[in-house]
């Protein structure tokens, strides 16, 4: 099935560590995204890629990094400069960025700070 | 900079009463109008979508206008259900940016 793989579920992290979130995608889209989601606060956007070993900054791109070295997988890095890391983390890809195509999602990877 | 302002929630609703849920945007351009819906525990799934003024997009019994002269697509529904308790996401894009979302609204149906 195509769709759009986050992993893990579940992520628990120590203060001062960097983590990196996994998404992967098999739809063959070029446009890939992490947001972030915090209660009562909708999504924001930390990064996005328009195409392969291209990214650009979202509106809340301090304290995390990402790679786009092939088309199926856009890793997000949450650095220990992230001031407030614990929040449920959204990778979406669609076939190009805006021009009202689709976004897709995975499920979400709930990072906590312990 | 573009934005998206929905309604605060949670909305709470009896079986089969009517719903809106309203949304309003602001864009530095012509933008593209989507309804987004999150389950608990799971990402976003795309309910409807429009893409010029005047279109309806529909999709599970919702519906929503792209209304430019109040800049404004609010989401309806005649008659929701339990299983349509989720939150709801307006959001925008513009060009060849990527999605802007509004703050989403908790929907609670009732039976």
């Given amino acids: 099935d195509g769709g759009i793989t986050q992993s893990p579920k579940y992520l628990?992290?120590?203060?001062?560590?960097?983590?990196t979130l996994s998404c992967e995608q098999n739809l063959n889209h070029d446009a890939m995204y992490w947001y972030r989601q915090d209660p009562g606060q909708g999504l924001r956007l930390?990064?996005?890629?328009?195409?392969?070993n291209d990214f650009q900054k979202g509106?809340?791109?301090?304290?995390?990094?990402?790679s786009r070295e092939k088309k199926e997988s856009f890793p997000l890095?949450?650095?220990s400069a992230q001031k407030n890391p614990t929040a449920f983390y959204l990778c979406a890809s669609s076939i190009i960025v805006g021009e009202g195509t689709e976004?897709?999602?995975g499920q979400g990877t709930r990072l906590t700070v312990v | 900079g573009d934005s998206v302002t929905q309604m605060e929630g949670p909305v709470t609703l009896s079986e089969e009463a009517f719903l809106t849920i309203n949304c309003t945007y602001t864009?530095?351009?012509?933008?593209?109008?989507?309804?987004?819906?999150?389950?608990?525990g799971e990402g976003l799934q795309l309910l409807l979508k429009a893409t010029k003024a005047d279109d309806k997009g529909s999709n599970k019994g919702f519906e929503a206008t792209y209304r430019k002269e109040t800049t404004s697509f609010h989401l309806e529904k005649g008659s929701v259900q339990v299983s349509d308790s989720a939150v709801y996401f307006c959001a925008l894009s513009v060009l060849r940016r990527a999605l802007t979302f509004g703050s989403g609204t908790r929907l609670?149906?009732?039976?």
């Avoid at chain 1, 509106?59 to 990402?66: F, L, N, Q």
């Avoid at chain 2, 864009?27 to 608990?40: D, E, I, R």
Wanted: proline fraction near 6%.
């Fill in chain 1, 59 to 66: 509106d809340i791109a301090e304290g995390y990094s990402v």
């Fill in chain 2, 27 to 40: 864009a530095t351009g012509y933008p593209s109008l989507f309804w987004y819906v999150q389950y608990p």
């Fill in chain 1, 46 to 52: 930390i990064y996005y890629s328009q195409i392969v």
């Fill in chain 1, 103 to 105: 976004a897709f999602f």
């Fill in chain 2, 108 to 111: 609670q149906v009732q039976p």
């Fill in chain 1, 77 to 79: 890095t949450v650095t």
């Fill in chain 1, 12 to 19: 628990f992290r120590k203060e001062g560590q960097n983590v």
